[in-house]
């Protein structure tokens, strides 16, 4: 139990909070004050040109749009606010970012990649251009002005609660809430993005917290697009080397697994009993939720194996440092755990009743048909003969042949 915990921490902390607790540790250093100031000065342009020049060529939309928000934001407060004569508008500036920035991220969180350049893209860029224009006509119209400052700083709770913020009561609750959100959505949804997405969040509070308009918080501000340009990378990683359908490590994350494994190790091919039948009779998308189903139960293979989507319905594991026979009884568990998972095909009821002529009748509950889902399982070994990894998968795949021979249902290692 506590080593799931550690690992959840662990997941949502790395690597946003770590860029955070570096960049704060850094700004802090004993670095001489010219060579810092210099540094500081370039790093926001540095980090939010690359991050979106990365988001671009990967096609990372949300996470373009997302830098392309904060930076807007950043150079509004720390070049553009200094410039304006009133007092009054500063404020009201600061304050409407503080607002709209939070209630942007979380939109982020929850929208799908769709494109830069698509109709969705340009729809969003409309949107932030959209609130770009609503900030400068609430800057330049005397009446909005007044009233969108009495409602920035208006008062939700006693002030004394939030005189440790430079934020207004509004922007505060916002922040507050929209981390809530984001934090819960990551407790079972943690992804690059959404992860990005977060520490984004934590250090543009924490950014104009510090007021807005110094290199500290422009500093804080690109330490978000830094984590959000890393959030990137990791997506680029995630789509290279992950199945999107099974959450499991892909082909090729196998092909470089098998180049650091070592001599002696043994691999085993799994292959779903009688899939393309199933995908016939009960149709794609319950067949992926077998494949679903399948994956998570390979992923908690014991005996030190770590289970990989190798295609179609056929997946490998790898077991380092073991021979076939000490694999052996990890796989026959394996087998049984699959084989004793119900499976139940949800609305089997209404497709029976798509296939009828369409008449009147007493609405019924969607029958739930229970189905029977079995492996078959090859395995075979490099005992130190240094035989090259695809002479192994191909033993594996020939002693996965004989199980389907056998009757399916069975595991067979290679003689």
């Known amino acids: 139990m506590a080593a799931k915990v550690l690992h959840a921490v662990y997941r949502l902390v790395v690597p946003g909070g770590l860029v955070l607790l570096v960049s704060a540790l850094a700004m802090e250093s004993r670095m001489p004050q010219g060579v810092a100031a210099s540094f500081w000065h370039f790093y926001p342009y540095l980090i939010f040109g690359v991050g979106l020049l990365l988001s671009a060529l990967f096609n990372c939309s949300r996470l373009f749009f997302a830098l392309l928000v904060v930076a ?12 304006l004569s009133s007092e009054g508008i500063h404020q009201l500036i600061f304050d409407t970012i503080a607002l709209l920035l939070p209630l942007n991220l979380l939109a982020f969180s929850f929208m799908r990649d769709r494109g830069i350049i698509s109709p969705r893209g340009r729809r969003r860029v409309a949107f932030i251009a959209a609130q770009v224009a609503f900030v400068g006509v609430v800057v330049l119209v005397q009446p909005l ?11 939700i709770i006693p002030k004394g609660y939030s005189e440790w913020s430079h934020l207004s009561q509004p922007a505060l609750l916002v922040f507050v809430v929209t981390g809530i959100v984001m934090l819960v959505y990551l407790r079972d949804r943690r992804r690059p993005v959404e992860s990005g997405l977060f520490w984004a969040l934590v250090t543009a509070f924490i950014a104009l917290n510090a007021g807005g308009a110094s290199h500290f918080s422009s500093v804080y501000f690109a330490s978000g697009g830094l984590i959000l340009g890393i959030a990137v990378l990791e997506t680029s990683y995630t789509m290279a080397y992950h199945d999107d359908l099974t959450q499991l490590p892909s082909r090729r994350a196998l092909n470089q697994a098998l180049m650091k494994v070592g001599d002696a190790y043994t691999v085993a091919m799994v292959d779903v009993d009688h899939f393309k039948q199933f995908n016939d009779t009960y149709g794609h998308e319950t067949g992926d939720q077998v494949l679903r189903m399948i994956a998570s139960r390979l992923a908690d293979v014991t005996g030190g194996g770590k289970a990989y989507r190798y295609g179609g319905e056929e997946f490998a594991l790898i077991f380092p440092n073991k021979s076939v026979d000490e694999a052996f009884s990890s796989l026959e568990t394996l087998r049984k755990k699959i084989e004793s998972t119900p499976f139940k095909v949800r609305g089997a009821e209404r497709r029976e009743r798509r296939k009828r002529p369409k ?25 130190g003969d240094s035989r090259p990894a695809d002479d192994v998968i191909q033993s594996a795949d020939k002693a996965l042949y004989r199980a389907k021979e056998s009757g399916r249902n069975c595991t067979v290692v290679s003689g």
């Open 72 to 83: 807007l934001s950043d150079r509004a407060l720390f070049w553009l606010v200094p410039r």
């Open 145 to 155: 002005q007044v009233r969108a400052a009495g409602l920035m700083q208006g008062h």
């Open 359 to 383: 008449k009147k009748e007493v609405p019924r509950t969607h029958a739930k048909k229970r189905v029977r889902v079995t492996v078959s399982i090859g395995a075979a070994s490099c005992d």
